[in-house]
């Protein structure tokens, strides 16, 4: 028979291992968000610098207060839905958010594609909006062509300039209507 010493002792014994299970698995999704956000980070200052050398783009990203930069995935097979992940950054402070961002459509669409796309925001409004996930995607500035030797424009239209990025440089008419891009509270946890 069970003492109720012995009792007591295993009972604080398996408190401890659960509470211990439950620190080690916080720890573990801590060191997976951080991981996950040294990626982002990696990948969108690659995206940045790469799309800084494009011409004109370095007088639109001087023109803007902030910026977002997302990898995207973008799948189709009748139905269409993209995919992907990114930061969201204040110039002036270098604040993080990491966010996702996600859109579904219909018609004929067959195949992957992957690309990239950079945001740029003319205000503070305009961003915290965005961050929030209010922003307007029906309102997308359209980028320009994406030939070789074509000029980013660095016009903001309703406070945003939009650019998708391909393999083979600016897309053009990239539009992201119907898209809804939301904050990664796992990624954000510090």
């Known amino acids: 028979m069970i003492s109720l010493r012995h009792h007591r002792i295993w009972s604080t014994l398996s408190i401890v291992l659960l509470f211990g299970s439950h620190v080690v698995a916080a720890q573990e999704a801590e060191s997976e968000a951080a991981k996950n956000r040294a990626e982002i980070d990696k990948e969108s200052a690659q995206v940045l610098k790469d799309f800084r050398a494009m011409k004109g783009a370095e007088a639109a990203f ?44 219909a018609g004929f669409t067959f195949g992957l594609s992957r690309y990239d796309i950079v945001i740029l925001f003319a205000t503070a409004e305009k961003f915290a909006a965005f961050q929030k996930g209010g922003w307007d995607s029906a309102a997308t500035a359209q980028a320009a062509a994406g030939s070789s030797g074509v000029e980013v424009s660095s016009d903001f239209f309703d406070g945003i300039a939009y650019y998708q990025i391909g393999r083979k440089g600016l897309m053009a008419s990239a539009d992201v209507s119907g898209t809804k891009f939301w904050i990664a509270d796992e990624l954000n946890k510090k």
């Open 62 to 105: 001087d023109k803007a207060v902030a910026y977002s930069i997302f990898k995207v995935t973008k799948a189709g097979f009748g139905a269409s839905g993209a995919g992907g992940e990114g930061v969201a950054v204040d110039k002036k402070s270098n604040a993080r958010t990491y966010m996702r961002m996600g859109s579904a459509g």
